[in-house]
């Protein structure tokens, strides 16, 4: 009886607890205000991050150094993949984000409204010309880590996007 209640506590974490649906509710830019063709600009955001999930045992639970529960990228896009659309660009690489301090991405996350984390950091990030007339949306996404101790149940609402039509410079020189 003793050596199977641990075992039952084991179980009941892995199948119960960890059912969970961190979404970006909000996403802004903190820095910079252009975005120039062919130059890597260093792009400083924010980014709420709430879990949308129901229920109680529904929490994403802190977890300790090495390890993390969030992966943030950043991508550029010609549509906004917030809405379920798909990105045709070709260079449209997600660039993993920096963020700070890095042991915000160990926080946990409470079920409910108002409860959530805030996620601030940078990345460097380059409009290249053959997309630079089309990058209209720069987005978020927010991904379990691989070291995560959660599941995440609706990987459809793992990304947020920001208009950035007028935030970027094509043709640097000529207009």
Do not use: E, K, M, Q
């Given at each position: 009886m003793h050596l199977w209640y641990p075992f039952f506590f084991v179980f009941m974490g892995f199948a119960f607890a960890y059912f969970s649906d961190p979404a970006p509710l909000n996403f802004?830019?903190?820095?910079p205000n252009t975005l120039i063709q062919?130059?890597?600009d260093t792009l400083s955001f924010s980014v709420y991050v709430e879990n949308l999930s129901n229920g109680d045992l529904s929490v994403v639970p802190d977890v300790t150094s090495p390890d993390?529960?969030?992966?943030v990228t950043l991508i550029f896009s010609d549509v906004?993949?917030?809405a379920g659309d798909v990105n045709t660009l070709g260079s449209a690489?997600?660039?993993?984000a920096s963020i700070s301090p890095d042991s915000d991405?160990?926080?946990g996350i409470e079920v409910?409204?108002?409860k959530g984390i805030i996620l601030s950091g940078s990345a460097d990030l380059t409009v290249v010309e053959a997309d630079c007339h089309d990058s209209v949306y720069l987005c978020v996404q927010i991904e379990p880590d691989s070291d995560q101790a959660y599941k995440d149940a609706n990987n459809s609402n793992n990304i947020?996007?920001?208009?950035a039509t007028d935030l970027r410079t094509c043709d640097p020189g000529t207009e």
């Open positions: 802004s830019l903190t820095s062919d130059v890597t993390y529960n969030f992966h906004d993949l917030g690489v997600p660039t993993t991405l160990r926080l409910g409204p108002r947020r996007c920001v208009d």
